[in-house]
């Protein structure tokens, strides 16, 4: 596998990589500029001279990995013997500049019911570079040609028709943001609860009426789950003062909300056509959101 390949691989499995370049040669080297390396956590695919110049831009890249850093940076190595070297000396007399690009992991982010407001909301996310999964009990909500305008964009796109869709809650990687927004109030709660039950997921929103979730919060309590967990979930969800109820309405106060959470997504999307930025982090708060669910979404 050369390296393009494993740059296409790591980012369609969501895993962290640096991708190192060779940009600038002067003098004898043994990679000309252009040359390339993709770098992950325990193997890395192609070269860009070998010795003590790619031992170094491979340890370098693991530490950026580990840090989760987003920027880009170049370090220049030269390549005589009194430079200093941690994995052996190269002799060939030039000097070599290395561009590091990570790739970070992409946030993942869940949408339940593929509604009216389901639908919007995934249109306008499409757009952003992150990891998404639509999930509906509804065969045809989530196949290929009623997701024909949001399998186009930037963001990995995951579709799952589950007539237990809690399952897929499941297999959620960990930190992943969760929305329920379903047709039926029944699913919504069997999807609260099962999202309550993993401690591992970033907070969760439920769309619907503040009637709704105290109808909701009751439901959890009797399923045995105290009041800071039940806290865990939002409800209403969208951005404060937004109170219309047509679903892009909503679903644009819902994104708006989204990126407040995860601040760094805006500037991902801003990033060049590559769109190398694109780690997000995730900061939940206590915030009460007043978006209401319209009827027959």
């Known amino acids: 596998m050369d390296w393009l390949q494993a740059l296409h691989r790591l980012r369609s499995t969501n895993m962290p ?3 190192a370049t060779v940009v600038d040669v002067r003098g004898h080297a043994p990679r000309e500029a252009g040359a390339k390396m993709v770098v992950a956590a325990g193997a890395s695919w192609g070269s860009i001279g070998g010795g003590n110049l790619e031992a170094t831009v491979i340890d370098r890249s693991r530490a950026i990995i580990a840090a989760g850093t987003a920027d880009p940076e170049s370090q220049e190595f030269r390549l005589n013997d009194h430079a200093p070297a941690e994995h052996g000396r190269q002799c060939c007399g030039g000097v070599i500049r290395v561009l590091l690009e990570p790739f970070p992991a992409r946030p993942t982010v869940a949408i339940f019911g593929m509604g009216h407001v389901g639908h919007e909301l995934a249109r306008i996310l499409s757009r952003l570079p992150l ?29 799952h028709h589950s007539p237990v869709p809690d399952t897929v809650l499941g297999d959620l990687p960990a930190g992943s943001h969760v929305l329920i927004m379903t047709h039926d109030h029944a699913e919504d709660f069997l999807l609260c609860d099962a999202a309550l039950r993993r401690s591992d997921l970033g907070p969760v929103g439920l769309i619907g009426s503040r009637a709704k979730w105290s109808r909701f919060r009751e439901g959890l309590r009797d399923e045995g789950h105290t009041g800071t967990v039940i806290d865990r979930i939002r409800c209403p969800i969208g951005l404060p003062g937004i ?55």
Not at 131 to 159: I, M, Q, Y
């Open 131 to 159: 990891n998404l999964h639509l999930v509906d009990s509804r065969a045809d909500r989530v196949s290929p040609a009623g997701l024909a305008d949001v399998t186009d964009g930037t963001a990995g796109v995951n579709a």
């Open 243 to 297: 109170t219309g109820k047509a679903p892009a309405v909503i679903a644009i106060s819902v994104a708006a909300r989204l990126l407040q959470d995860i601040p760094s997504a805006a500037e991902a999307a801003n990033s060049d056509p590559r769109e190398r930025h694109y780690g997000l982090s995730f900061q939940p708060d206590a915030d009460r959101i007043s978006a209401e669910k319209p009827s027959g979404s």
């Open 17 to 19: 990589c640096v991708l």
